[in-house]
């Protein structure tokens, strides 16, 4: 039988493989494809495919020692039509890593130069012994490199079951289909390397859009206080680190504002930063929040989404109200903070992402670890730099330069002129303790830019400085541990809270949101006190004392 005539024909079949190449997307799918139609051929025994690839993932190589590059050959593709050498079909055996000019297949990759024995000889035999130990019939092979110009993509190595000298063409078209898969392959990645662009910027386009409407200052961080100087000696210190931070500080403080200030100073200020506001998001979504989901993982899944954390990918993931994650997330949480490691809901597929974290809490977490309702080791990952923004009151000093940024700010907004600030209306605002601190020193300002158009520049303050000044005896603070005080358990504080949002919400008549809502009585923002609401399970019949409703709330 002549083997050059009755074998051509299975060679020119190959030009269906260029074709198929051709259709094909996936940098993954290509040497699958290529593996599986040569080993199609008669004369051809296994098949085998490696692509260079980062040696970073190699720990456990017991070929590690041999490595001299950061780069290695990992095998993707491994085909063979005989049945009794099903191991061969797998790409996790002895060969699985190859350091770049370590045996015949390596020193193809190092050189460029294509391989090919005919005929293996006793010393060729030793150096495929694991083949020939197995199947004996293999007699030579061909190993070309995947080459594209100067760059070397892989290896392709075919096992023949004849003297490769009885084929003719076979170098050329080995040869040639080499070169066709390294362009394939180098296309499907360039396609999947544009459309991971493409996807991560429709979704930090999607979060960023959003985030605009919660961006509160645009002058960052503002005062001269030494409170404000040694948080900003923090700022310095901790910024061009990967350290995680955990801001802490009363709601209006501007823990934000500190969170994009580390991030503008750090080595990712060109990546984005995302925010999340841990209270706001209902229960049931918070891994589809954090992680995405599939299409069809849930109900109302219509589309694939990705996550907060693939949108901040190389950037900076800002986690406002972090006690408010329930105990089921933060163990999820906690591995991608340790691994670096996730999966959407409904995908098995294992995703990597590379995120620094910011954390803010109004909370003490230690208390809440106490209480069984945030994980230790969480709040160790989280709390390697701790930053304490302070209240208003305690920098007091600041307020005049607060209060004039602000002034500028608003009436340029709002196509106002400036109005003046004399003394007198520094020592109110002085005077006063600012419960709701600079975010609402902000908010009072800007409601005195409106008032003012009408006459006389003054602010509308909640409770009179002249009425903290002549009271005879000052409230009791219950939180003093300083006095002897009636200590009260987690269930009575969580009561205490309830009842007085309740009152909160009755004195605004259900309002949350504006200035004159409960949000701004209580000192919190208005989504902290919605998400508080439906926890607590306060109902309306609680609130008011007759079926008329308020038309910005809904407590059901």
Known sequence: MEISQNYEPEFDSLQDLMLHMGRKCSAEEIPHLVAKTFAARPHVGLVR??????????????????????????????VTKHKENTAWNCTTGADSRIPIGFSEIGSVALTGVGIRIHNFDENQKKLFQDIQDTTPEIVGVGIQPLALKNDILGIIAVYALIDLKRVRRGDRWLGNVAGFVAFALSNA??????????????????????????????????????????????IAQVAPTEASVLILGESGTGKELVAREIHKRSLRKKKPMISVNCASIPGELYESEFFGHKKGAF??????????????????????????IPLLIQGKLLRVLQEGMYERIGEEKTRKVDVRIIAATNRNIEQEIAAGNFRQDLYYRLNVF???????????????????HFLKSVSKKMNHAVPQLTDSNIRE????????????????????????????????????????????????????????????????????????????????????????????????????????????KITKQEIFNEKKISADIDLE
């Open 299 to 324: 109900t109302g899944a219509i589309s694939d989404r990705g996550g907060r954390f693939q949108a901040a990918d190389g950037g900076t993931l800002f986690l406002d109200e972090v006690g408010e």
């Open 49 to 78: 495919i490696w692509t260079v690839q980062p040696g970073k993932d190699c720990n456990a190589c017991h070929r590690k020692h041999l490595c001299r590059e950061t780069s290695c050959l990992h095998m993707v593709a491994s």
């Open 189 to 234: 990645r360039a396609f999947e390397e544009i459309e991971s662009l493409r996807a991560q910027l429709e979704l930090e386009n999607e979060y960023l859009r959003n985030e605009i409407h919660h961006i509160q200052s645009p002058g960052g961080i503002i005062g001269k206080s030494p409170p404000v100087i040694s948080m900003l000696d923090q």
């Open 386 to 404: 701790p930053i304490e923004v302070v209240p208003l009151r305690k920098r007091k000093k600041d307020i005049p330069i607060l209060a004039r």
């Open 429 to 536: 605002l002085m005077d006063y303790e600012w419960p709701g601190n600079v975010r609402e020193l902000q908010n009072i300002i800007e409601r005195a830019v409106i008032t003012s158009r009408s006459g006389r520049f003054f602010f509308h303050l909640p409770v009179a400085s002249t009425q903290i000044e002549t009271s005879k005896e000052p409230a009791e603070n219950p939180w003093d541990t300083t006095k002897e005080t009636v200590i009260f358990t987690e269930q009575q504080i969580r009561a205490k809270t309830r009842k007085n949002m309740i009152a909160a919400l009755k004195k605004c008549k259900g309002t949350i949101y504006g200035d004159h809502g409960a949000a701004m009585l209580l000192g919190i923002s208005p989504t902290t006190l919605s998400s508080r609401i439906s926890r607590m």
